[in-house]
């Protein structure tokens, strides 16, 4: 019996943080090594055009994204990892939903609102507009059964399985329609302004990324807002104790925990010991990173390998879809 299908990806917009490896990465690793899925991981490139990085960074960017993904435990041989462009159908796919697809659909999705603002109408294009649909191509075009997201993506899956209803009911019945795989998704905030989401868009200082150095750790961290208006516990103290949770020890954990409760505690020692907590349970990432940078044709080869396999499974979708649609 077939198993089911987990399909992700991610851009390739720099190196991942601590918000990427736990809402999205860490999930991923646990169900790739529990052995119940085929699992699919890609690196959306042509996604990341609808945005302003230049060709030569977009280039590098991939071979770091890959390395950090690997380092973090995305196994080659258990996961098919490639690169969204290096297999012909998905946009192709995409322009066939895009024929499916009604405009008030795509208007009421989220994702052009927020990257539009993001992008600050320097570089609002119609890629951010039909972002969605290439999205659904991503999925179906492997016949994706399970989609690891949070539940601020559920909008995109739900998309997803109408734009598969809608294909089904114009050419016959075709695609499954993907479920939602909820994951933790734990809502890390931004060192200097914790009352918003960690993002790499708010500069270097706000995120914790995985290949930070320790001493580049505890600067940034020993600059982490804990001051709130009015005393009290603050949303960056909450923050920092977040974070302690899953890197720290549990005695530390609690500790800091109780002591904040008491107003008893001592910010600076939380800052130094969630610094050497963090580093320590990322250095053999940091490790195996740079190891994997230093020769990018072996990276290179472990992504061709998997765009063979990936290409597999998309030509198969693609033939059928045109024979269905009577453009074969």
């Known amino acids: 019996?077939?198993?089911?299908?987990?399909?992700?990806?991610?851009?390739?917009?720099?190196?991942?943080?601590?918000?990427?490896?736990?809402?999205?990465?860490?999930?991923?690793?646990?169900?790739?090594?529990?052995?119940?899925?085929?699992v699919y991981y890609f690196i959306a490139d042509l996604h990341s055009l609808t945005g302003n990085m230049d060709a030569t960074e977009r280039k590098e960017k991939i071979l770091h994204i890959a390395a950090e993904?690997?380092?973090?435990?995305?196994?080659?041989?258990?996961?098919?990892?490639?690169?969204?462009?290096?297999?012909?159908?998905?946009?192709?796919?995409?322009?066939?939903?895009?024929?499916?697809?009604?405009?008030?659909?795509?208007?009421?999705?989220?994702?052009?609102?927020?990257?539009?603002?993001?992008?600050q109408k320097k570089n609002v294009n119609v890629g951010l507009f039909t972002y969605p649909v290439l999205q659904a191509a991503d999925i179906l075009l492997y016949h994706g059964t399970r989609i690891p997201v949070g539940e601020d993506q559920k909008q995109h899956v739900e998309l997803t399985r109408n734009i598969a209803r809608w294909f089904n009911n114009r050419y016959g019945e075709y695609f499954s329609e993907p479920e939602v795989l909820l994951t933790e998704t734990p809502r890390i905030k931004s060192l200097l302004e914790p009352t918003k989401k960690m993002s790499k868009s708010k500069g270097a200082n706000h995120v914790i990324e995985l290949a930070d150095a320790p001493a580049v750790l505890e600067k940034k961290i020993k600059k982490a807002v804990t001051a709130s208006e009015g005393g009290g516990s603050s949303v960056g103290v909450e923050n920092l104790l977040l974070l302690l949770s899953y890197f720290g020890s549990v005695d530390d954990h609690k500790r800091f925990v109780e002591e904040e409760k008491s107003g008893s505690i001592k910010y600076g020692e939380l800052k130094e010991t969630l610094s050497v907590s963090i580093g320590s349970y990322f250095a053999s990432f940091r490790e195996k990173r740079d190891e994997l940078m230093q020769d990018h044709n072996a990276l290179a080869a472990i992504l061709v390998d998997g765009a063979k396999k990936a290409q597999a499974a998309a030509s198969d979708t693609i033939e059928e879809v045109r024979r269905l649609v009577g453009i074969r």
């Open 1 to 38: 019996m077939a198993k089911p299908i987990v399909f992700s990806g991610i851009q390739p917009t720099g190196n991942l943080h601590i918000g990427n490896y736990l809402g999205a990465i860490k999930p991923l690793v646990e169900l790739q090594n529990s052995g119940e899925y085929d």
């Open 69 to 119: 993904l690997i380092a973090c435990g995305i196994d080659p041989k258990k996961t098919t990892l490639f690169v969204q462009s290096h297999v012909e159908g998905h946009a192709e796919l995409a322009w066939i939903f895009n024929t499916v697809t009604p405009v008030a659909e795509l208007e009421r999705m989220t994702q052009f609102k927020d990257k539009s603002s993001d992008q």
